[in-house]
């Protein structure tokens, strides 16, 4: 891992993260994108996402308020994007909840080739079809159940699994990374879950070839910029201005010191 | 009222409250309702509308950037809502402004049974067909036109009106409750209206059981949370980051004491 | 120009801009309006943009994440405002990047009389069939690449043209005006250009009628905003924090000493 390597490229590369994402974060996921150094672009018409990802350098897709053509539109850039080798991070947020989250996530999955999925231990499980009691369950290093989900969803699903939680999961189905960096004022906040897998996107686009560095790598740098705007923080508010601040302020070697991964 | 008390008993049960709201607030009221204690989620697919508000405590509807595909989904809701006796708001942003408007959410208020309907004075007397000169009358304690405004709707529409300005009033057709907590900068920022129905959903859903009280109670919750946020700010940027860090610090004791009703 | 009149003007009468705009910047634009002075509302339906622009003082169409219903309703939107003598402004968010956004823009160009069209010197450029290699080339004053961007495609658009970029160009295709105020951390947020044409809609519909006055105005307006963001500011978050704080403090007298225009 050398996620200080990685963030200088992407610093330099400046990639283009398109994002289909859901109507709650576009604003959020965006400044994220362009407070870690790469530039985003949000674009969901059938008409244009094929050539809008022919030029991105990833595409991230995230189902937080899903409708069919926003699906529709999602599978074509998808598509398009496999077509280009165009690294492709999935969101399935929500999934699990209702039948249509599951089915949809489980469609693009099919239907794409999907570099990383990235979400929680529940959504990641109900995917994997594996039976998974991980709520209030502190995993530690690269075991528990966390961990376990993480291996198996990515040999059922042939992606690398990127579980977020108190402890960030990462894996390819055989190796697990763990990620111990992040603050808990990261879950008073929405979609702090859909801006790392913008990030993802991101280091997947500047990384050395390998996704699960690529996964592992945006997590512990988002991790560490949630470290960093904790102190002063008054509350949500506060702490989620300071986060886009600690993202921007992010130094690749002080992020290689910081980074903790088990 | 004890707002306190049903404030300790929202944070214990963290209510999912499931909002179809407007394009604008999307981010804003998913985060007030994660800084007050609740749980928001934003969902508004035809396919999943029925499914998600049948796992929710509450349902916001709100119409600020609506559309006929998203009104079908708010009709689904609400009537899936009612027969799960999951309360529903309606927050009627704009109605009086176009006829799409007014004859929108009047169809709601036809179609399904709202526990709460949160709007301006202006919004709500248009639907109450009640003619009101309010604008720039200040009205004191649970009498004036704003007062007769909320007991008229209540009366005429068949349910608890919530009719917030510089002084909030509540009425269930009998009784008139006035809320004189809030702060001029409230009105500096787009969406607090649409936040103070976010809220009223969070309250409801952790309420004894008096739409009447949840109502009045989220109005003072919020905005003592207002006041609080006031002191620092230094103009709507920072009054908005203010207001989540005082909703989330926002303490059931003192929320008891400063609660003013009338 | 006479920015500090027009904005107390702005302040006075309190125009409604009609926003039909992106997903992304929906709750910004609105912020941006209301710190101004002006009042912002969205509305896309069919069923009502013709309604709510007749009370509207100025139209801004944003293609930042068009779809082919949301251009359907900008159209619609426009030639009413054209009908009722509301100037119209142009976002042609992206033009250039995919043909559609390209090919949408065009068509609103020739289908409405856009009073304004703002936006970087790639995507006027790219509507004005101009050649230009204006990346990274800094202009000065009112000429060089960027100048010459705005008075070409002024005049072969039939527009005013408000280029923005490190200096911001205004031309009407006889006249260039530069504005040189702004800050760069204005780059490091999204959405910054999209406010800027939302704070361009409002000084028209206070203007003195002069489009070009109004748009180099309003970018004076936003700039010197921008340049008292800056100080205190940490990174981009708390630069967008303190930009609406600034906007909302910015004093028209101070605004007249320290707009440059070239």
Redesign the interface.
Known sequence: MNPGETLRRLREQRPLVHQIT???????T??IT??LGAL??????P??VE??VG?AGALVLNI??????WVDAMLAAGRAANAREIPVVLDPV?AG?????TETALKILDEVDVAVLRGNAGEVATLAGVEAEVRGVESIGASGPAADVARRAADALGVVASVTGPIDHVSDGSRVVAVENGHPLLA????TGCMSSAITGAFLAAGNGSALDAAAEALAAFGVAGENAAPGA?????F???????L??LDPAMLDERARFA
């Open positions: 859901n109507y709650v974060v576009m604003n959020e965006a400044n362009l407070a985003p672009v949000m674009a969901h018409a008409e244009e050539e809008m030029i937080g308020t899903l409708s069919s053509g929500g909840a209702t039948r249509y989250r008073s906040i929405t979609g008054k509350g949500p508010g506060s989620h201005v300071n986060l886009y601040d600690a921007a302020a």
